[in-house]
């Protein structure tokens, strides 16, 4: 998953084919997954080592999740995108104080050993 911020929208992808030039002529096709829309766009890939970079125009909104698929002749990447501002991206979590432990009181769950 990549994650990019309203401001930062480049995104590094490792193709399923590399071709010898330095930059391609490609299709992405943005699907923001709450509603559903989808928006194609014809850009630049950069080559960067073992990467490929793109920046897309699209405007991403922040706290939502997106699924891309890129292609030039042929698909080259399908991956999922989540847009948020937050800058401390090694401390991040998508689910933060959302995942309560509970604690199993009334001990229905025992195994019966014969």
Same mark, same amino acid.
């Given at each position: 998953?990549?994650?990019? +911020? *309203? $401001? ?12 010898? @030039?330095?930059?391609? !002529?490609? +299709? ?6 709450? $509603?559903?829309?989808?928006? *194609?766009?014809? &850009?630049?890939? $950069?080559?960067?080592?073992?990467? &490929?970079?793109?920046?897309? +125009?699209? =405007? ?12 030039? /002749?042929?698909?080259?990447?399908? !991956?999922?995108?989540?847009? /948020?501002?937050? =800058?401390? &991206? @090694?401390?991040?979590?998508?689910? #933060? !104080?959302?995942? *309560?432990?509970?604690?199993? $009181?009334? #001990?229905? #769950? ?5």
């Amino acid at each position: 998953m990549h994650i990019v +911020s *309203t $401001t930062d929208k480049k995104i590094y992808f490792v193709p399923r084919v590399f071709e010898s @030039e330095a930059t391609y !002529g490609v +299709s992405i096709k943005i699907t923001d997954e709450e $509603t559903n829309t989808s928006t *194609t766009e014809s &850009l630049t890939a $950069t080559k960067e080592a073992n990467y &490929l970079h793109i920046t897309p +125009s699209f =405007t991403f909104i922040q706290g939502r999740y997106y699924n891309i698929r890129i292609t030039a /002749t042929n698909e080259i990447y399908r !991956g999922r995108v989540y847009c /948020t501002n937050q =800058t401390d &991206l @090694e401390k991040f979590s998508v689910n #933060n !104080g959302e995942f *309560t432990y509970y604690e199993d $009181t009334d #001990n229905d #769950n025992q195994y019966i050993y014969r």
